[in-house]
């Protein structure tokens, strides 16, 4: 895929850029071992103030950021100026508590007979990170300001067709004060990445991506005894119970399905729903989905802009048509529109049945399947009958069923009478093919250091007295 800018709103090619050689590459990961020496010897307060002023860069360079995202990808302008504030909010939540989050944990001295008993938190090196393009700013900062604070630094291989996000990230960086080659965009394809990872400079992955990125990076990481954190697709569901607010549930559900134009992994894309419910559900959600204006993306009163990329596109249109061809009613949209742009109306499908694509695949786009259950345990059931777990929605007012739903739904995340979203606060992350770590929060600047066990004892004799090797 070449790397290029390219605007899905029209199809136009705007800019196009040369992959970097073998010996660019070579020496980029050489800047970072060496900014790494470097970052790891500054204190917590430098750090801070380095990641603080890369918050106030973005928050000062907002339109212009969002600007090129939203040509980019398409995402709505309103939608970028949000990513990039709230990039800049993490920014400032990690330079806040990363002295919190790296402080020495005390142990029990006494119970392992040492006058002293600590973990300590340290950086381990250079971490290659993997992104995509559908969140091409927060992505890639969930990642950096947590790892950048711990003292690693990073090399970003963004996706091909947001090289001008990636590059902007770099010289915000810089511009912010971190020094030379903390953190680095390489401009290379996909066929690059073996060779990086397995560089012994190179201490660590971490890639949002599909499950077949994920199989690939954990394979050659494996191979070579490197950690990695993989945060892969989701099929998550949205389930609906008789106590819920169907108004409310159906408003929500909206929004859910179709941030990000529909193209996020966390969005919510089945929605299961009681057969109590389910008709008014959706004549509503339906309703809604219909209502939503696509267009341009940067008009302040467009829902919805374009995908990302036309082969996107024809992708979940062949998912819907598959589901159609097999028996599946669609309750509004479902047809491709002509015209410029690698545009998709909002799409709700129902009757589905295990034999569609739609079933078991993720349909990253604005399109939604509902499916009819009868009880609690049959929607626990098709909720969990995927073999994906990263976000999942449950609504109800039964308290006795919302503790049921955060025991039984099988996601690294679940969120009940509210949609699936991230924040700094909390970690962020899958279970079965939707990958594994965790990103954000205390754990996700953890995943990245030497989780280190210091023992100290009185003195050589007596530290040593009774002792055995582990």
Same mark, same amino acid.
Request: proline share 5%; aromatic share 8%.
């Given at each position: 895929?070449?790397?290029?800018?390219?605007?899905?709103?029209?199809? !136009?090619?705007?800019?196009?850029?040369?992959?970097?050689?073998?010996? !660019?590459?070579?020496?980029?990961?050489e800047?970072?071992?060496?900014?790494?020496?470097?970052?790891?010897?500054?204190?917590?307060?430098?750090r801070?103030?380095?990641?603080?002023?890369?918050?106030?860069?973005?928050?000062?360079?907002?339109?212009?950021?969002?600007?090129?995202?939203?040509?980019?990808?398409?995402?709505?302008?309103?939608?970028?100026?949000?990513? *990039?504030?709230?990039?800049?909010?993490?920014?400032?939540?990690?330079a806040?508590?990363?002295?919190?989050?790296?402080?020495?944990?005390?142990? $029990?001295?006494?119970?392992?007979?040492?006058a002293?008993? +600590?973990?300590?938190?340290?950086?381990?090196?250079?971490?290659?990170?993997?992104?995509?393009?559908?969140? &091409?700013?927060? !992505?890639?900062?969930?990642?950096?300001?947590?790892?950048?604070?711990a003292?690693?630094?990073?090399?970003?291989?963004?996706?091909?067709?947001?090289?001008? %996000?990636?590059?902007?990230?770099?010289?915000?960086?810089?511009?912010?004060?971190?020094?030379e080659?903390?953190?680095?965009?390489?401009?290379?394809?996909?066929?690059?990445?073996?060779?990086?990872?397995?560089?012994?400079?190179?201490?660590?992955? %971490?890639? %949002?991506?599909?499950?077949?990125?994920?199989?690939?990076?954990?394979?050659?990481?494996?191979?070579?005894l490197?950690?990695?954190?993989?945060?892969?697709?989701?099929?998550?569901?949205? =389930? *609906?119970?008789?106590?819920?607010? *169907?108004?409310?549930?159906?408003?929500?559900?909206?929004?859910?399905?179709?941030?990000?134009?529909?193209?996020?992994?966390?969005?919510?894309?089945?929605?299961?729903?009681?057969?109590?419910?389910?008709?008014?559900?959706?004549?509503?959600?339906?309703?809604n989905?219909?209502?939503?204006? /696509?267009?341009?993306?940067? $008009?302040?009163?467009?829902?919805?802009?374009?995908?990302?990329?036309?082969?996107?596109?024809?992708?979940?249109?062949?998912?819907?048509?598959?589901?159609?061809?097999?028996?599946a009613?669609?309750?509004?949209?479902?047809?491709?529109?002509?015209?410029?742009?690698?545009?998709?109306? &909002?799409?709700?499908?129902?009757d589905?049945?295990?034999?569609?694509?739609?079933?078991?695949?993720e /349909?990253?786009?604005?399109?939604?399947?509902?499916?009819?259950?009868?009880?609690?345990?049959?929607?626990?059931?098709?909720?969990?009958?995927?073999?994906? #777990?990263?976000?999942?929605?449950?609504?109800?007012?039964?308290?006795?069923?919302?503790?049921?739903?955060?025991?039984?739904?099988?996601? #690294?995340?679940?969120? =009940?009478?509210?949609?699936?979203?991230?924040?700094?606060?909390?970690? +962020?992350?899958?279970?079965?093919?939707?990958?594994?770590?965790?990103?954000?929060?205390?754990?996700?600047?953890?995943?990245?250091?030497?989780?280190?066990?210091?023992?100290?004892?009185?003195?050589?004799?007596?530290? #040593?007295?009774?002792?055995?090797?582990?």
């Open positions: 895929m070449p790397i290029a800018t390219t605007n899905p709103a029209t199809g !136009q090619v705007l800019k196009t850029y040369q992959a970097m050689s073998d010996d !660019q590459v070579d020496a980029a990961i800047r970072a071992d060496l900014a790494y020496r470097q970052l790891r010897a500054t204190t917590i307060d430098q801070a103030r380095w990641l603080t002023a890369t918050a106030d860069l973005l928050e000062a360079e907002r339109d212009e950021i969002a600007r090129i995202m939203t040509t980019e990808m398409g995402k709505t302008y309103a939608s970028a100026k949000a990513e *990039v504030t709230k990039c800049a909010t993490a920014c400032r939540f990690y806040t508590k990363a002295a919190e989050f790296l402080a020495d944990s005390p142990a $029990d001295a006494q119970a392992v007979k040492a002293r008993a +600590f973990v300590r938190y340290q950086p381990i090196g250079p971490v290659l990170a993997v992104m995509p393009w559908n969140f &091409p700013l927060w !992505q890639v900062m969930r990642f950096a300001a947590p790892a950048l604070m003292g690693n630094t990073g090399l970003l291989k963004h996706a091909s067709n947001v090289p001008q %996000t990636a590059l902007l990230l770099e010289d915000v960086f810089r511009r912010a004060g971190f020094p080659g903390a953190f680095t965009t390489l401009l290379v394809g996909s066929e690059a990445v073996e060779k990086i990872l397995s560089d012994p400079r190179v201490r660590a992955a %971490t890639l %949002t991506g599909s499950e077949g990125a994920g199989r690939s990076i954990g394979q050659i990481a494996g191979r070579e490197k950690k990695t954190v993989l945060e892969l697709g989701g099929s998550d569901p949205f =389930v *609906v119970m008789p106590s819920a607010d *169907v108004d409310r549930a159906a408003e929500v559900a909206t929004t859910a399905r179709c941030q990000n134009n529909g193209q996020s992994c966390i969005a919510a894309k089945r929605f299961i729903v009681h057969t109590d419910v389910f008709d008014a559900f959706a004549e509503k959600f339906a309703a989905m219909a209502a939503l204006r /696509v267009g341009d993306p940067m $008009d302040a009163d467009t829902d919805i802009g374009p995908l990302a990329s036309e082969r996107g596109r024809d992708e979940i249109h062949a998912q819907v048509r598959d589901a159609v061809d097999k028996g009613t669609v309750l509004c949209g479902g047809e491709k529109p002509a015209g410029e742009g690698w545009f998709y109306p &909002p799409t709700v499908v129902t589905l049945t295990p034999g569609m694509r739609m079933w078991s695949e /349909v990253f786009g604005p399109v939604a399947g509902l499916y009819r259950v009868s009880s609690y345990d049959e929607a626990i059931e098709v909720a969990n009958g995927t073999a994906f #777990g990263l976000g999942s929605n449950a609504w109800t007012r039964d308290p006795a069923e919302q503790e049921r739903f955060a025991a039984d739904l099988d996601a #690294g995340n679940v969120y =009940v009478n509210g949609m699936t979203t991230s924040f700094p606060e909390l970690p +962020f992350g899958g279970v079965k093919n939707s990958g594994y770590g965790r990103e954000l929060s205390a754990l996700g600047m953890r995943e990245f250091c030497n989780t280190k066990t210091v023992w100290v004892g009185e003195g050589a004799a007596s530290a #040593g007295a009774g002792a055995h090797a582990e």
